[in-house]
């Protein structure tokens, strides 16, 4: 710690002797004044180019690349004007050293390349990362600091047997980590995508594929980075194995749910796109993942509901192997009716709904009970796709019905009881009897 004191109470003082100099003073007032012509000139050429930038249809990366630039022209202009500065200076060899203003140039510029090429990475951590990291990096290379700040930040540390742990390290580890990680990420998008355009491949097999790519990909990066750090990976046997069991009992259900996530995956009971019900949930599989499946309902909410549900409790899979599913509405009318007319109107009504599939299987319509007030009839057809909802197709059917009974006029009865009073019959008092 006291080497360390030291080391920051000696670059202090050669800081402050070197700015205390005219020289350095001067420049320092140009590149302060050279930046506010910068930014008004990116304020006035921004919006134009943006605009002209936003006409690019079709090639997502390449606008987001372009507009990521163009709101940073203010560095552009920076550079642009110090660069004029740099060479109007030499020329006129006034100052006698513009090193300072050199330097700013050149970080300016890797500033503005860093920043852009941060932000195209679509993790905003990563990229931050990314981009601190590597200007920091970069400025040290520029000016001429890689040995002195690798010794300050080495210095900074402790000795775990064979391994040194500094601040160092810990940088290197979190950088190259990150770095790998990230391409890791990129290329198991990249493959899944691809994946997932190829019909040859059942939907839930798309999913199982390109899951293990990106879990495969993550794990050999955090591998390799490790390996690379001069990290002994047979290190981590008891470690691994204490995690282990801390998982067996810590974390028993997140790896209940991604073992039960891979259970479906791998036996197809249910794939993106299949109309289910689950419990007071009805709706159809939007997307498969490692802990849970989205299920998108009629009204536009969508569940996030655990793949272990979906192993251990009744799922109603309408589109299992077909989606061709049987729907039945029942119905009632009066006893004045022609049951026969009644089948005959209720069948060709059914068959007037956009709906209902009338060619592989017709509707039909069946007399089912005497009821205490109406002739109980059950109206059945068949549709086949079950995930523009049920109940809409039976308020359709229903509908058809009704206008169907009204035009032939058979009555809907309704349920009505008949109440009668009767008054009580008054007995006359006995007399008493005279003796």
């Not at 140009?30 to 690019?56: N, T």
């Not at 590597?134 to 290379?141: F, G, N, Q, S």
């Not at 490790?226 to 046997?237: C, K, V």
């Not at 009881?417 to 009767?422: D, E, G, T």
Request: proline share 4%; with cysteine.
């Amino acid at each position: 710690m006291d080497q360390i004191i030291s080391i920051f109470t000696e670059y202090g003082q050669l800081a402050l002797s070197y700015f205390g100099r005219p020289t350095i003073i001067i420049q320092l007032a140009m590149i302060g004044v050279l930046f506010p012509p910068a930014l008004f000139l990116s304020w006035r050429v921004e919006p134009k180019l943006e605009e002209r930038a936003r006409g690019i249809k079709g090639m997502r990366g390449l606008l987001r690349l372009v507009v990521a630039f163009l709101r940073r022209l203010e560095w552009l202009f920076f550079v642009f004007l110090l660069a004029i500065a740099y060479v109007v200076t030499t020329a006129l060899e006034w100052p006698e050293s513009n090193y300072l203003i050199y330097s700013a140039m050149l970080l300016a510029a890797a500033w503005l390349v860093i920043s852009v090429v941060s932000h195209v990475i679509r993790s905003r951590a990563i990229g931050r990362l990314f981009g601190s990291m590597a200007w920091i990096y970069v400025a040290a290379i520029i000016l001429g600091v890689t040995d002195e700040t690798a010794a300050l930040l080495d210095g900074a540390g402790f000795n775990v047997g064979t391994f040194r742990l500094s601040v160092l390290s810990v940088l290197q580890a979190v950088f190259f980590l990150g770095v790998l990680l990230w391409l890791s990420l990129t290329a198991g998008n990249f493959l899944d995508r691809r994946i997932q355009r190829i019909d040859e491949l059942t939907p839930s097999l798309r999913v199982l594929i390109g899951k293990i790519l990106r879990i495969s990909l993550a794990v050999v990066a955090g591998m390799v980075a490790m390996s690379g750090l001069g990290i002994d990976l047979t290190a981590f046997t008891v470690l691994s194995g204490a995690i282990g069991v801390g998982i067996g009992f810590g974390l028993q259900k997140v790896v209940s749910n991604f073992i039960s996530g891979i259970i479906i995956l791998m036996d197809e009971s249910i794939k993106p796109g299949d109309t289910i019900s689950l419990g007071e949930t009805f709706g159809w599989i939007r997307e498969l993942r490692a802990r849970f499946v989205s299920v998108v309902t009629r009204d536009g909410r969508e569940f996030l509901i655990p793949n272990e549900d979906f192993i251990t409790r009744e799922v109603i899979n309408w589109s299992f192997s077909d989606k061709f599913v049987r729907v039945d509405v029942p119905f009632g009318v009066s006893y004045d009716a022609d049951p026969h007319e009644v089948v005959r109107i209720a069948i060709k009504a059914a068959t007037s709904v956009d709906r209902v599939d009338g060619t592989r299987r017709p509707p039909v319509c069946w007399l089912t009970a005497f009821g205490d007030s109406s002739l109980d009839f059950l109206v059945r057809f068949w549709i086949s796709d079950p995930q523009m909802g049920l109940t809409n197709i039976r308020g359709k059917i229903l509908m058809a019905l009704w206008d169907a009974f009204k035009e032939h006029g058979i009555g809907i009865p309704y349920p009505h009881r008949q109440i009668i009073m009767k008054t009580p019959i008054s007995v006359p008092p006995k007399r008493p009897s005279s003796r």
